[in-house]
């Protein structure tokens, strides 16, 4: 049952410290996106890759955040310094797109969910 | 400009009753995909049903029915003899598909929390 994970699941961190997330799409996936949840905005697309390179990033506050994807089976997400209205849940989720094919599901991970103090 | 509208934020039934949940979208494009995720309290999102501009046949998934019709821009999710399992955040959201390949992100809208009563 191939599915996308994350780590961690819960980060409670003080303000100012550096908060990483990590993602691991379900193989064989090429397309990885960063979305974070908030009750005041809903559900926000910050970021997302397609066969390791970032195709949009223009949902991220570019100071503090940066996303990148080191290999295939990891992305990630950084926050640096952190400010408490980062505090949220942020969802990875993973597709397939192939070139021409119109055809694209999103699979979501369980999410990391972030308190900053 | 693209966008979801789920006008229904919160509904309450009883078990066993049906119940449907409205989604409206708006999009300048003739090719899109539309999509509805459920979202339980334990918070992960669970990916229901796909839909393309093109295919506008209901489908029928056990309990769960989907009705897309181009025309009221609609697409409309029906749960019959709903159970408290159902209890959750639902989803719609659409996704275009851009000049020179899909643009894939999901615009989501706001959600409706169903809560099935025992």
């Known amino acids: 049952d191939a599915r996308v994970t994350q780590t961690p699941r819960d980060k409670v961190t003080e303000m100012g410290q550096e908060v990483t997330m990590r993602c691991q799409p379900i193989?064989?996936?090429?397309?990885v996106f960063w979305y974070r949840q908030t009750m005041m905005q809903g559900l926000e697309l910050l970021a997302y890759?397609?066969?390791?390179?970032?195709?949009?990033d223009s949902g991220m506050p570019k100071d503090r955040f940066s996303a990148e994807m080191p290999d295939a089976t990891l992305a990630t997400l950084k926050i640096q310094p952190s400010e408490p209205r980062d505090s949220a849940v942020y969802f990875c989720a993973s597709g397939l797109v192939l070139a021409g094919v119109p055809d694209e599901t999103q699979y979501f991970g369980p999410g990391t969910r972030l308190l900053v103090l | 400009a693209q966008k979801v509208t789920q006008a229904q934020t919160e509904i309450s039934v009883v078990e066993k009753e049906d119940v449907t949940l409205d989604c409206v979208y708006e999009t300048r494009d003739t090719t899109y995909y539309l999509f509805w995720y459920k979202q339980p309290p334990s918070g992960e999102l669970v990916f229901l049903i796909r839909r393309n501009s093109f295919d506008e046949q209901n489908e029928i998934s056990g309990r769960y029915s989907w009705n897309f019709q181009k025309s009221t821009s609609s697409f409309n999710f029906t749960i019959t003899a709903s159970q408290v399992v159902d209890s959750a955040v639902y989803f719609c959201a659409l996704s275009e598909w851009g000049y020179g390949g899909a643009t894939n992100k999901l615009i989501f809208g706001t959600g409706t929390l169903l809560a099935v009563q025992p």
């Open positions: 890759f397609r066969n390791r390179a970032p195709l949009d």
């Open positions: 193989l064989g996936h090429n397309t």
